[in-house]
Each structure stands twice: as structure tokens, then as C-alpha cells.
């Protein structure tokens, strides 16, 4: 059987009906409507020569024997956040169960190849992304936090996983999936605007953006609106929206995709008769490379700094948190490239801003790439996420040349 990737575009309106409303998709990780997008993905793979199993983070596999046990894994979430999509997560699934089903129809591939839907990408109940993948990659270290929280309803994490037959205690035995894995590749839809002003339709991704968070506190002194002269004031404020302003400047100089944020500033004691006295502000900094992130930060200490200086006011820096960048394999960024170029005319290599499970992944030391397909107007997270029919079914094509390249390759090495 043929390759045939109108029947994933077929499926995922079939998922849709079946697992959203007039609000969006409602597949939310550890629910009974997220229980039966995971049925119905299994309804779908029934018949085909696959081992199934569930790995102890939650993890749904399907395994198609190869010659070789070196295995090229591919994988996405089936999960949404409430009010959802009907693309985010459920494209990269449903397109590799089209990739599967055509690999299986051609006899036992020259390695071996799995399908994962990683269990509760998302984080929408309990504020956790990447719960299953993060299992799995063995980077899992917050269980202690995990044991602590607990959804709005005021059910707690082990409770609701429990209910689904994960154990959060053993959940990191879920890395002994990855041992063998040669390769890992994920489509996605880019939920961002890069590839439809470029008039693509794919991209490849080279890696997910590192971040640096951190509260700037900029501290003067508070005295009255009316009685203090211009020239008297510690106006924490004034070093504040300099930095702001300043932010933007670096990114530019930076470049390459660098992107600041102030994402919000309080001030105090933030009433209208007084000069103000601390502004608290959140700063976050993203970068695909790690040199220019952290030269990105230092440039915005040393600009705070300065401003403090002009405005007689005091800079005070914390970090909120950071994460580093995370590169996709360069090998298997060319052979993207080339299936993107196959099906499609002309390939962009770009990054990710947002985390994917494919980071934990390349995290774990596994080869890896992403292929981005084009988000109409950038939206995702909402139902009005969308993409051209005719683009999703080039993503699966990309998606299946990709394999077999990989396949190809792992073989070869
Ligand atoms: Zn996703």
C-alpha cells in the first residue's frame, strides 16, 4: 500500500469529531476524553505486524521489527490543552501512524522503527510539560515537586497519572526505552508566523531556543509627585523603562533569531502622587546559541547597570530560571532538508521557540531532528489553529522520505 496522506488529513478530522467540541480539541493529558484519542490511535494501528506496549511514564510504543534492533523512533503527543487545536500534537502521531502503516505494507525494514505518543506533552492539567518524554529521557528530577501539585480541582499528580496505571515512583523506568534508539524524529506545525510569510510550507528545525528568566529590580527612593524637583528624583522607574527600550536594541545586534521580552514591570508604591521607589521587572532572553544567549545577558547587565548609574537608583538582578539551547543532529538536519526539498520545492531551516518532546530526546543523547509544517496566521493553542490541507499532506510525505533516509542511514552506520 502506498503512502496515502490524505487519509491522515481523513484521520485527523476523524480525532476531532471524536474528541472535541464547539470550544476545540479537549484531549488533555490523564482525562477520559485523552483516554480515548489513545484508543482510537490504537483502533488505528490494529492488523499492522506491531508489538504494543505502555511504558511506565504512560507512554504508548508500537514497535515494527527490523533486521537490526538499532531502532529509529518516531513520535509526537496526542494530547491538547483544553480548548485546543486539532493539529498541535495529534499531526505528528496520526502522520506517523501513515509512515508506519506504509513501512510495515513494504516487509521488515533494514532497522527497526517505533511509533511513541508521549504521555502528557502539554502540562495543561498540572502545569508539568513534557511529563512522559522527560520520563523517558531520564531528566526527570522533580518528582518531589510532582508529588506536591495538584490540578484545579484539588486532585493531586500521583492520583490522576494513578488512574491512568502510571506510577509517578517508577515512571523514570521509562528510560530504558530510549537504550538502542538511533534516531528520533518529530513533525510539528511551527505555531509561529516564519514559514507562511516566507510563503514555505516546511521548515527544519534546528534545535530549541535556550532562555534566561530573571527579575531585574531597579530600587530609588519614593518622595512626593508635587514637591520634589525634577532634577532631586531616584526614579527606579526611568532605569527601568531605559532597560526596556535597550532590550530591544541588543536583540537586533545580536540577531540570528535573538529574541528580549520585559514581560511585565510592577512599581512601587505605584500611586500617582510619588516618584517610584522599586520597579520589578521580568526579563526573558532566548537564543539557539548559547554564546550569543549569554552575551545577550551580559549586555543587558552592563546597559541596567549603566541606567542605574544615570537615574541614581540601585540594579538588582535574580535568576528566575534558564534552560540551554538545544541542537538537532546535524546529519539528520540534511536529510530533512533534502525530504523537505523533495516534496516540497524548497526548505528553511529555522528554530524552535517553544519546548518540544524532541528536546528531552536530544537531551537523552539521541539523534534528532523536527520538521515544521506552515500555522496559518502563527495561532495555535486555541481552535482557531489551522493549516492548509494540501501542506499537511507534504509534511507527511516529508515525514516519510525522512524515515526512510534515516532508516537508510542508521543501517549504513
Ligand atoms: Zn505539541
Known amino acids: 500500500m502506498p503512502l496515502d496522506p490524505a487519509r491522515t ?3 485527523l478530522k476523524e480525532l476531532r469529531e471524536l474528541t472535541g467540541d464547539e470550544n476545540g480539541a479537549q484531549r488533555v493529558a490523564w482525562t477520559e476524553t485523552w483516554e480515548r484519542a489513545r484508543g482510537w490511535l490504537r483502533e488505528k494501528l490494529d492488523g499492522l505486524p506491531l508489538e504494543e506496549e505502555i511504558d511506565e ?7 515494527l521489527r527490523g533486521a ?3 531502532a529509529v523512533l ?3 503527543h496526542i494530547d491538547s490543552v483544553p480548548n485546543g487545536g486539532w493539529l498541535d500534537g495529534a499531526l505528528n ?3 506517523g501512524v501513515e509512515v508506519v502503516r506504509r513501512l510495515a505494507e513494504d516487509g521488515s525494514p533494514a532497522v527497526t522503527v517505533r511509533l511513541v505518543n508521549w504521555a502528557d506533552e502539554e502540562g495543561a492539567r498540572f502545569g508539568r510539560s513534557l511529563f512522559g518524554s522527560s520520563a523517558a529521557a531520564g531528566s526527570m528530577a522533580d518528582q518531589d515537586e510532582l508529588r506536591q501539585r495538584r ?3 484539588g486532585v493531586s499528580l500521583p492520583d490522576a497519572v494513578g488512574a491512568h496505571d502510571v506510577e509517578l515512583d517508577r515512571a523514570l523506568e521509562a528510560r530504558s526505552q530510549l537504550e538502542g534508539a538511533a534516531a528520533y524524529l518529530e513533525l510539528h506545525i511551527e505555531q509561529g508566523p516564519v514559514l ?9 528545525v534546528l534545535g530549541t531556543f535556550g532562555v534566561e528568566r530573571h527579575q531585574v529590580t531597579f530600587r530609588g527612593q519614593a518622595a512626593h509627585a508635587g514637591s520634589t524637583p525634577m532634577d532631586a528624583r531616584r526614579d527606579a522607574l526611568a532605569g527601568a523603562a531605559k532597560l526596556e527600550l535597550e532590550i530591544r536594541e541588543i536583540a537586533s545586534r545580536v540577531g540570528d533569531g535573538a529574541v528580549c521580552t520585559m514581560g511585565g514591570v510592577v512599581t512601587r508604591p505605584g500611586i500617582v502622587t510619588s516618584v517610584v521607589e522599586t520597579a520589578e521587572c521580568l526579563l526573558d532572553q532566548r537564543h539557539l546559541d548559547a554564546h550569543q544567549l549569554a552575551e545577550m545577558l551580559s549586555n543587558a547587565e552592563a546597559a541596567s547597570r549603566r541606567f542605574a548609574q544615570e537615574e541614581h537608583v540601585e540594579v538588582e538582578w535574580e535568576r528566575i530560571w534558564n534552560i540551554e539551547p538545544i541542537l538537532f543532529d546535524s546529519e539528520l538536519i540534511e536529510l530533512a532538508d533534502e525530504s523537505t526539498r523533495e516534496v516540497a520545492g524548497e526548505s528553511h531551516r529555522l528554530p524552535s521557540g517553544p519546548l518540544h518532546d524532541a528536546a528531552e530526546v536530544a537531551r537523552a543523547g539521541v539523534p534528532t531532528v523536527m520538521l515544521f509544517v506552515q500555522s496559518l496566521r502563527g495561532l495555535s493553542h ?3 489553529e489551522d493549516t492548509k490541507e494540501e501542506h499537511l499532506e507534504l509534511s507527511v510525505q516529508a515525514l516519510d522520505r525522512l524515515a526512510d533516509k534515516t532508516i537508510a542511514r542508521v543501517a549504513a552506520g
Open 9 to 11: 488529513v481523513a484521520e
Open 57 to 63: 511514564a504512560g507512554n504508548q510504543w508500537w514497535t
Open 68 to 70: 537490526s534492533d538499532r
Open 74 to 76: 518516531i513520535g509526537g
Open 93 to 95: 502521531v496520526v502522520a
Open 151 to 153: 490540578d484545579a480541582e
Open 196 to 204: 507562511e510569510s516566507l510563503g514555505l510550507p516546511l521548515g527544519v
Open 382 to 384: 486555541t481552535k482557531l
